[in-house]
């Protein structure tokens, strides 16, 4: 019994054996052995069973998933060489691949990731710059496959392709970010007033010029330096720079990223700083007249909700009753 | 002359998707990831001619691209400490296709089997078994050395082999009765 079980696995672990059964090579050669073997002829088959078992469940491949794919790496080839040289893609080429572009954007990040090889000439490089005006966002996806949001009112300049050793970008204003990582180019958020540098992690930053800068940070981790100090955030962290000094305190996630989930966040505003936050997300003016504005805090937040329901709310607690005509809404304190 | 070489990449592409596609599924579950990687390979290829030209077995090379690749994309994710293993293989068996009457309790007995093996048996036995490479091939792939390779699997079978027997042995006792 001992030797029969190690015939029989013995067998199952011969290459020659299993390609005679898998694949039904070196047939002479086993079917000879069996006939010579006749009392081993139960192990044989038995051995022969247990392969023929091994049998593995596939994921079913359509073609059109395999034309797919293929499209897709032909575009990248052909964008890798255009980026190297002028090189016109034939009319009737785009247009009979019109389906893959949009996937196509997607892998155009993947070049640049892989290919430290061909960097592009540094003056071949554009910067693309993105504005926001007041009472819109905008959804930018960057070359690396980094996800942006940017606030109204704000700038955001970057490279149309990231060189080898960073990548670097411009904000004025107000984003979120969600970078893609890429631990031999990190990414850095330069602002007027300080410098955020990461690997792969999801942020926002606020840096208009005239205010306070603030970058909180959702996840991963981060450095940020302003005037030659540096500060290292922790998930649920931001840092406030205010007077060319950097304060480090947990955020209150409506008020720093809720934006992004159209949510309008007041947190302790005063009057002023919520007429602000106003022409910001709505792109409208406020008209008040001779009236100064009064010393009124105010807390709350709406999602998703139209200018008049807002004001309607915020008329109660700070007072006043309001007119709107086009993009100006005249206020009148009580 | 680059137009050749690109004809014979998408000759390869097209010839081995199948195979890699379900190959890196077993290790990772995302179907995107899966494609990408794939592709992350053939353009790598195509950006280094060289790299192919040595090559004497192009389905387990491009089997290894893809596993390289596959780990290098878990490990950049943090969910595992190194890049020379995966903590997970996953394999199920073909019910269909075992050829005897008591399909299904065979299947089921047999899965439950497989899912006690190693991650690295799975895959030994993925790659012997059912992609047909040699044990010299998937030594290479594995970075497992030829006995390692014969020991791992002889143990594979080892613990599969009461639950296929059992059953052989039932069937075949049921026909002498």
């Known amino acids: 019994m001992e030797s029969s079980k190690s015939i029989l696995e013995e067998l199952v672990l011969n290459e020659s054996f299993q390609d005679y059964v898998m694949h039904n090579k070196n047939k002479t050669e086993w079917q000879d052995w069996v006939a010579q073997n006749p009392d081993k002829k139960d192990q ?25 794919e293929i499209t897709k790496f032909e575009q990248r080839i052909e964008y890798s060489k255009q980026s190297g040289s002028v090189n016109v893609l034939p009319l009737w080429k785009i247009l009979s691949r019109i389906a893959a572009i949009l996937i196509l954007v997607g892998s155009i990040t993947l070049i640049y990731y892989n290919v430290p090889k061909e960097p592009p000439p540094v003056s071949q490089v554009d910067m693309v710059t993105k504005e926001t005006p007041l009472g819109a966002k905008l959804q930018i ?21 990231f060189s080898n050793d960073s990548r670097a970008v411009e904000l004025v204003g107000e984003a979120f970010f969600e970078v893609v990582t890429d631990r031999s180019r990190p990414f850095i958020v330069s602002t007027p007033y300080l410098q955020t540098r990461v690997l792969g992690t999801s942020f926002t930053i606020k840096s208009f010029t005239s205010e306070i800068s ?55 505003d005063n009057a002023e700083k919520v007429f602000n936050k106003l022409k910001l997300w709505y792109g409208v003016d406020f008209d008040f007249g001779e009236q100064k504005i ?3 805090k105010y807390s709350g937040y709406y999602k998703n909700e139209d200018l008049e329901t807002v004001l309607e709310g915020l008329s109660y607690s700070l007072k006043f009753d309001y007119e709107i005509s086009d993009r100006t809404i005249k206020i009148m304190f009580n | 002359m680059a137009e050749d070489y690109k004809n014979k990449l998408l000759i390869l592409y097209r010839d081995h998707y199948r195979t890699l596609f379900n190959y890196g599924l077993k290790i990772i579950k995302d179907k995107e990831v899966v494609r990408d990687c794939i592709q992350d390979g053939f353009y790598n290829l195509w950006t280094d001619p060289s790299k192919l030209e040595n090559v004497v077995v192009i389905k387990s090379y491009l089997i290894g691209i893809l596993r390289n690749l596959i780990l290098k994309h878990i490990a950049s994710n943090g969910k595992t ?29 047999l899965q439950r089997a497989i899912s006690n093996l190693t991650p690295k048996q799975k895959e ?36 599969l082999r009461k639950y296929i027997l059992n059953f052989i042995l039932f069937f075949q006792i049921f026909l002498i009765l």
Not at chain 1, 142 to 157: H, I, M
Not at chain 1, 249 to 254: R, S, W
């Open chain 1, 294 to 296: 009064p010393v009124l």
């Open chain 1, 44 to 68: 044989f088959e038995n051995a022969k069973s247990i392969i023929r078992s091994l049998r593995i469940k596939e994921q079913a491949v359509p073609e059109s998933e395999i034309d797919n």
């Open chain 2, 124 to 159: 030994i036995i993925y790659l012997r078994f059912y992609e047909g490479l040699s044990y010299e091939e998937i030594e290479k792939i594995t970075n497992t050395n030829y006995q390692s390779v014969r020991n791992l699997l002889s143990k594979a079978i080892k613990n």
């Open chain 1, 141 to 161: 996806k960057l070359p690396d496959g980094t996800k942006v949001k940017l606030n109204a009112g704000s700038v955001l300049k970057y490279p149309s392709v």
């Open chain 1, 214 to 268: 603030k970058v909180s940070l959702m996840e991963g981790s981060i450095r940020v330096s302003a005037d030659g100090s540096d500060q290292l955030l922790e998930p649920g962290e931001q840092v406030i720079l205010k007077n060319k000094s950097m304060v480090v305190q947990p955020y209150d996630y409506n008020e720093e990223f809720g934006w992004r989930d159209g949510i309008l966040n007041f947190k302790d």
């Open chain 2, 81 to 109: 400490d190194g890049l020379k293993d995966f903590n997970t293989f996953e394999i199920s068996i073909e019910d269909t296709l075992i050829d005897n009457e008591n399909k299904e309790a065979t299947s089921q007995q």
